[in-house]
């Protein structure tokens, strides 16, 4: 013989399953304060700097999801295509300070060879 159904337990489950989907993400939208909250409680110095460094912030989040949207193009893991471009720029700086190097020796040589010490 089959057991009856408890459907007052069930019912209790289900509201309190709706409770927590619904009200955990609507309590912290009540709680979290918004950004112009947050802003009104700073210092008036505090203030100011955040004003005046919004325009960089913003100018680097562009360029970071340029970047990204870059290295997704290609068919590798974007981590991948970060590490092999950290690279290249490594090995680009380290090329121009080679030759920059090797400039400022030349530049030494022909002073040298203009004084007469060479």
Do not use: C
């Not at 069930?10 to 399953?17: L, M, Q, R, S, Y």
């Not at 949207?69 to 090995?91: A, L, Q």
């Amino acid at each position: 013989m089959p057991q009856p159904r408890n459907w007052g337990l069930w019912t209790k489950v289900i509201v309190a399953g709706i409770a927590v989907s619904v009200g955990g993400p609507a309590l912290t939208y009540w709680v979290v304060p918004t950004e112009e909250e947050l802003r009104s409680r700073y210092n008036p110095d505090l203030l100011k700097k955040s004003i005046e460094g919004r325009a960089e912030r913003e100018a680097e989040f562009n360029e970071f999801v340029t970047k990204l949207k870059e290295y997704s193009k290609s068919d590798k893991p974007i981590w991948t295509v970060i590490k092999e471009e950290e690279e290249n720029k490594k090995m680009q700086q380290a090329k121009s300070t080679r030759d920059m190097a090797r400039e400022a020796e030349a530049r030494r040589e022909e002073m040298r060879k203009e004084a007469g010490l060479k």
